[in-house]
């Protein structure tokens, strides 16, 4: 099928280079000449496990393209998807970036329609919308500038997406799952054909529904993050208790067995930390909540999980006063700065706002990154006083303690002692619960959130 992605960021893209993959004939479309060019030469301007490849794949096979032009790329789809960017802007989603496509695509399907009388094509939105966005938002924007008719002149679905950072592109080839909402049943029907080649379970329901059903996966996600970081907080409160023991008990529940019951999916949501960011949970939360009330629903959990989460930097920064006896004039290391491992995505990371909070209480702020394009994106958001090093190792130097703040796999196989031996002091905050079970050097003094008085 020919398919027009409108949006080359990290939903659009992976999108786009997987449907070339399973044989369809995929036109990225973005407003941003740089980026669309980037995209049409073989660049990906994400960092993204096996996209680079897809990408280059994609175009030498001639399936996959890009471009700036969206009203040529909606003339030549048999379906059109929507992935721009909705993020919140003051407690709630900022959908101008989706009216403006809307806009857009209607105008294209408006002169398509002269052209091709006779022709059906499919809009889908893939961003994440507030349940009614896409039957009521955007089918208007498209109704009112194209002067058609969705069911009737054009097809309209919803059509969540499930990527994770890091594992996107096996997350879309091998999905948990494909949810359809439709508006009409040419619609649905079109999107089941478009992913047939993939074998996961596909379920269709109604627009709202699936737009429901993005919320409701992000939130139970989400609330698992919170409940363990609740329950490591009460530990943290508790004399002889670990949370991590009880933990590794709560991960052998069959409950959270994974489907094959082989590695639960579930449990690697329920270690407590430093909380959660990205693109998706803070903004996720808040959007559903917003709705929620807009609605007359209370959403008392949701709005729990939001605040436990916002409290545990905090946490952390207690644990390493406590260690380092005060943070005043201290020099603390903060390694890893991307909001997770595997990405070179920065928003909403607990790093930065630990980095934040440290300089608040007066240390001197050492911050390091394995990755390089991080620690350029750092610089420029940091504020004077966090410095970006560009070695672990200057990082480390001097440092009166140091905490892991994204869960970077590399630090496992560190050499600690040399890392201890320089700095002044050896205290770590393993933020990440990232060392547990590697063997340390004695001197270096590791202490993990969760982790109750006695201990
Ligand atoms: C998340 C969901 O996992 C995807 O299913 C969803 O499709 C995506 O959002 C989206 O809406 O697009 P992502 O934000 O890439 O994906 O990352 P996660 O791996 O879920 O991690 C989110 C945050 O939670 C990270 O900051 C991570 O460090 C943190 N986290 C994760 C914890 O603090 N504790 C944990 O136990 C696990």
């Not at 959270?256 to 949970?281: E, H, K, Q, V």
Request: net charge negative; proline share 5%.
């Amino acid at each position: 099928m020919r398919v027009a992605v409108i949006g080359t960021g990290y939903v659009g893209l992976v999108t786009g280079a997987c449907l070339a993959s399973i044989g369809h004939r995929i036109v990225c479309v973005d407003s941003d000449s740089e980026r669309a060019a980037m995209v049409a030469r073989g660049e990906t301007p994400i960092i993204e496990d096996g996209l680079p490849e897809l990408v280059k794949d994609g175009l030498a096979a001639g399936r996959l393209s890009a471009t700036t032009d969206l009203a040529q790329a909606v003339w030549d789809a048999d379906v059109v998807m929507i992935c721009v960017g909705t993020p919140s802007v003051g407690g709630s989603i900022d959908l101008s970036g989706i009216e403006a496509a809307s806009r857009q695509i209607g105008a294209a399907l408006k002169t398509r329609r002269t052209a091709f009388p006779t022709t059906f094509p499919i809009v889908t939105v893939k961003s994440t919308v507030t349940p009614g966005t896409t039957g009521q938002v955007v089918r208007r924007a498209i109704e009112i500038a194209s002067n058609l008719r969705a069911g009737e002149d054009f097809g309209l679905a919803m059509n969540p997406e499930f990527l994770s950072q890091g594992s996107a592109v096996r997350d879309f080839l091998l999905a948990d799952r494909i949810v359809i909402g439709e508006w009409d049943r040419r619609s649905g029907d079109a999107l089941a054909q478009l992913y047939r080649p993939l074998p996961a379970p596909l379920l269709r329901m109604g627009l709202a529904e699936a737009e429901m059903v993005k919320y409701a996966a992000n939130g139970l996600q989400a609330t698992l993050i919170s409940y363990a970081n609740q329950i490591a907080a009460i530990c943290e409160a508790t004399p002889n208790v670990d949370h991590a023991q009880v933990m590794a008990a709560i991960h052998l529940d069959r409950m959270l067995d994974g489907p094959d019951g082989g590695r639960a999916g579930a449990t690697r949501f329920l270690m407590g930390g430093i909380g959660f960011g990205g693109s998706c949970f803070p903004k996720d939360l808040v959007a559903l909540s917003a709705h929620a009330r807009a609605v007359g629903a209370d959403p008392v959990l949701i709005d729990a999980v939001s605040s436990i989460n916002t409290q545990r930097p905090e946490a952390a920064l207690r644990l390493m006063e406590e260690a380092a006896g005060g943070l005043m004039g201290k020099r603390i290391a903060v390694l890893g700065l991307a909001f997770k491992p595997g990405t070179d995505d920065l928003r909403e990371s607990p790093a930065l706002k630990i980095a934040r909070r440290l300089l608040g209480c007066g240390a001197e702020v050492v911050t390091h990154d394995p990755l390089p394009i991080v620690r350029q994106r750092a610089r420029s958001q940091l504020p004077d006083g966090i410095s970006v090093a560009e070695t672990a190792e200057a990082a480390l130097t001097g440092a009166d303690a140091a905490i892991i703040a994204t869960a970077w796999p590399e630090y496992r196989t560190w050499d600690w002692a040399a890392f201890a031996d320089r700095m002044r002091s050896p205290i770590l905050v393993d933020g990440r619960n990232l060392l547990d079970g590697i063997e340390l050097p004695h001197r270096l003094r590791v202490l993990r959130p969760g982790i109750g008085p006695g201990i």
